[in-house]
């Protein structure tokens, strides 16, 4: 069987250390602008519906949110009807970098699927979603602090 996992982790780490070096001007750093591109699309979204979205544990997520935070890029602000809940919202500072992050990411994507044609692009999105939804289901085992069965 090819090792397609591990094509996929290549391709992954590629993308995150250019994206790390080029949004160092922007002091994101280690993947934040996922959080951010997420906020920035989602204004409101809570903490765990983004952990959800990322697929990150909830430490990792809180971290890359106080960060953001800290740096001006997003704002917390408590739901009118439950204060305890907080919403997360992009800043006009988050607000400027965002469309930076899409256009890398359109252009990623676009260098990614060089020489694809529109059916193969399509084909190989439906693959790819198919592939997320089954280590889905693994990851909400293990999330919940099961084992799988190898």
Not at 39 to 48: F, K, L, R
Not at 99 to 104: A, G, L, Q, T, V
């Amino acid at each position: 069987m090819k090792e397609i996992l591990r094509e996929i982790g290549m391709i992954a780490r590629a993308l995150d250390s250019i994206s790390n070096i080029e949004f160092k001007e922007f002091e994101l750093t280690k993947g934040q602008y996922l959080y951010l591109v997420r906020i920035c699309e989602n204004p409101g979204i809570i903490q765990e519906q983004l952990v959800e979205m990322i697929k990150v544990d909830r430490s990792t997520a809180t971290r890359a949110i106080q960060k953001l935070e800290l740096n001006g890029f997003i704002e917390k602000k408590g739901a009118a009807n439950n204060k305890k809940i907080k919403k997360l919202y992009s800043t006009e500072k988050g607000n400027t970098v965002y469309p930076f992050i899409k256009r890398e990411n359109e252009y990623s994507n676009h260098v990614a699927l060089e020489g694809f044609s529109e059916k193969d692009a399509e084909t190989t999105f439906d693959f790819l979603h198919r592939i997320r939804k089954n280590i889905e289901k693994d990851w909400e085992l293990v999330k919940k602090g099961n084992k799988r069965n190898y």
